[in-house]
């Protein structure tokens, strides 16, 4: 018998609520550690707080919390003892991610600290590209025609969307699956159908427009297990293999060696290749970047927001 819910959405009811849950999980967390961006606050504590309050409330971290400040748009998590303290004015882009069982949520905020008000219509360029993009996105709509009204939208703001920072689908342990949702028009045809899950974050810029790569952002993804002669790089890609094998991980989630030697170990399995590492993601022009990111459930009506909470407006 095909239940209501089974017909708008095409999922397994058992498999559509563990989606709906972790996109609930997600939203919770984004909210706790958007209360804790204050001036003169650790980077490092925040992420802390935001991984700690998934797994207290039965979750975990689909990737590392990224706390990305001012011309850095994304990518990059606070390493243990991270210097990184947040000043009155700084532009914070938290973008955090739940799991449950393996289903994804994505979502991400911008606050300016201290509540200054220097990029508040940069800010609001951001999410009100993302309130449009969720509004026209749905079955078999084209996906550049999502990233032609994010653009139009920043324009009218007097931004930029940033060109080669797109959404993405989601599947089950891949936070980046097969199709791309772009911010900029003329982009290649893609079509969701009913049950795909996808996260939607356009990043708006006063700035160049795109990304470069900058520093090590401090996040790894496990690759493949490889032969490996130092003991440090063992242990890490042994505790990698065992804990983190399909979801990216943070630096500062290792405690298999002490922190000083870490960064060593890490860097031999990367040039290894038994990791792949992440650079954090800075704006080419050194531009001021803000984004707005939910995760949605395309559905024969249109979309289910599953990061948003019903409180939210």
């Given amino acids: 018998m095909t239940t209501e819910s089974e017909s708008v959405t095409?999922?397994?009811?058992?498999?559509e609520k563990k989606w709906r849950a972790a996109g609930k999980l997600s939203a919770k967390g984004l909210r706790h550690g958007a209360s804790l961006i204050k001036p003169d606050v650790p980077a490092e504590e925040v992420a802390d707080a935001v991984e700690a309050y998934f797994i207290k409330e039965g979750g975990a971290s689909a990737f590392p919390a990224c706390l990305s400040v001012n011309e850095v748009a994304a990518h990059y998590a606070p390493t243990k003892g991270d210097d990184l303290v947040l000043k009155e004015g700084d532009v914070v882009k938290l973008d955090v991610g739940a799991h449950v069982d393996g289903y994804i949520g994505d979502n991400a905020v911008t606050i300016e600290v201290g509540g200054t008000d220097n990029w508040s219509k940069l800010i609001e360029a951001s999410r009100a590209a993302l309130t449009v993009a969720v509004s026209i996105v749905g079955p078999n709509v084209n996906l550049s025609t999502v990233g032609a009204a994010i653009e139009q939208t920043m324009d009218e703001y007097g931004y930029r969307p940033i060109?080669?920072?797109?959404?993405?689908?989601?599947?089950?342990?891949?936070?980046?699956?097969?199709?791309?949702?772009?911010?900029?028009a003329n982009t290649p045809v893609q079509r969701p159908k009913v049950g795909t899950v996808m996260a939607?974050?356009?990043f708006a810029t006063n700035g160049a427009g795109h990304v470069v790569n900058g520093?090590?952002?401090?996040?790894?993804?496990?690759a493949r297990q490889r032969p490996v002669r130092h003991p440090d790089a063992r242990k890490v890609l042994q505790e990698v293999a065992r804990t983190y094998p399909k979801l990216p991980f943070a630096e500062r989630w290792i405690?298999?060696?002490?922190?000083?030697?870490?960064?060593?170990a890490l860097t031999m399995l990367t040039k290894n290749v038994a990791i792949k590492n992440y650079a954090a993601l800075v704006e080419a022009g050194k531009g001021m970047v803000a984004q707005f990111e939910h995760t949605v459930l395309i559905t024969q009506d249109g979309v289910d927001v599953l990061t948003l909470l019903d409180d939210d407006d």
């Fill in 200 to 202: 939607i974050e356009p």
């Fill in 255 to 264: 405690d298999s060696v002490s922190p000083n030697r870490l960064r060593m």
């Fill in 163 to 184: 060109a080669n920072l797109t959404g993405h689908s989601i599947e089950r342990w891949n936070l980046h699956a097969g199709l791309s949702v772009p911010a900029i």
């Fill in 215 to 222: 520093p090590n952002g401090n996040i790894y993804h496990y």
């Fill in 10 to 15: 095409g999922l397994d009811p058992d498999i």
